[in-house]
């Protein structure tokens, strides 16, 4: 395991290596932010970085519902089970199990890693623009249908998920890159992710920081880079 700090965030990640896994935890006045929960043998790693910040995980944050994301969600909820869970209303229902898709949405089958026996449920969905703390959630669907992305009112980072990656270069979900394909292989809808990167573009995020590869600073020219690329193997 490995933490890197910036600001207020730190990125905890698993496999830094081979097959990076990232995590997240947002320090706020009375306790930290978990933002997304790794893999199954990840909790006391977590558990672990969050006691030598020094401050108690106060919520747990998912940005989707794809299995490499909520992996120790059972085993940190059984260490801390007064914990609320949020994610999206939409992914709520991947979390549930539940794979059908709405009329509007892009009529491709979800992909990734879905849980399966996950036995932790959220007990706060969350809608576009509510706050979790200093964190504004953003709507951007297309890695799953939905998928947030989450901003730092005070800093301007982005924790972006997996609408980005930075591993194998930058690239919105979906765009191949070859050193590091495996985000691209659980996108649910490359077009959708596409309008969604752009959106995030718009926020002028200081940081970016995705769930596979290093966090980013200044990363709006890269974003950009990472759009028209996607956009070009789109038309
Ligand atoms: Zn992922």
Redesign the pocket.
Known sequence: MRVIKNGFLYQVTFMAKVFPVNCYLVEEEEGLTLMDAALPYCAKGIITAAANIGKPITKIVLTHA?E??VGALDAIKETLPDIPVYISVRDNRIMNGDLSLDQEEDQTPIKGGVPKKLRTRANLLLKEGELVGSLAAIETPGHTPGSMAFFDTRTHALIAG?AFQTRGGTAVAGDIKPLFPF?AF?TWSKKTALNSAKKLVEYQPKLLAV??GEMTENPVNAMQKAIRSLEQKLR
């Open positions: 794809h490499d994301h997996d985000p659980g769930g596979h």
